[in-house]
């Protein structure tokens, strides 16, 4: 995501909807090649239509994801708050529940996924880091 932490929150939301496009769809293609590698379509049509559909999927997500959390930036005229965050992955969530017809996917993906992207921003913000020696 190179670029997207530069960009000020509650900027520039066109571009970071492309940033977060472009993740999603590098993320989608990636595991619809897992899947075809994985589960084995009967036919290269049915295989490019599971890459084609899972990427776009995904970059969907990612644009929305990112859209979201900088319009809400814009709106509630705070935009270092980590609910921005859980907004735009509530959102993203929301949206998958959408694609795949279902309320129960939908609720809990808007949790989940707003749950970690709000985690993700508090962790950024406090300085969090998964790898490398503990700070004393």
């Known amino acids: ?11 520039d ?21 897992y899947h075809i590698v994985l589960f084995q379509p009967e036919s290269a049509f049915k295989a490019v239509q599971t890459a084609a559909t899972s990427t776009v999927t995904m970059a969907t997500l990612g644009a929305v994801f990112g859209l979201t959390t900088c319009l809400s930036a814009q709106v ?3 935009p270092e708050d980590a609910l921005n ?3 735009g992955g509530c959102a993203s969530g929301i949206v998958l529940g959408a ?14 996924l707003g749950l970690l992207a709000a985690f993700t921003k508090i962790g950024k913000r406090e300085g969090w880091t998964i790898t490398g020696p503990p700070r004393l």
């Open 76 to 78: 509630r005229e705070d």
């Open 1 to 11: 995501m190179a670029g997207y932490w530069e960009i000020p929150e509650g900027t």
């Open 13 to 33: 939301c066109a571009r970071k909807a492309w940033i977060t496009g472009r993740v999603g769809a590098a993320l989608g293609l990636i595991g619809s090649a």
């Open 85 to 87: 965050y859980f907004i």
């Open 99 to 112: 694609r795949t017809h279902s309320y129960a996917t939908g609720s809990s993906a808007c949790v989940a």
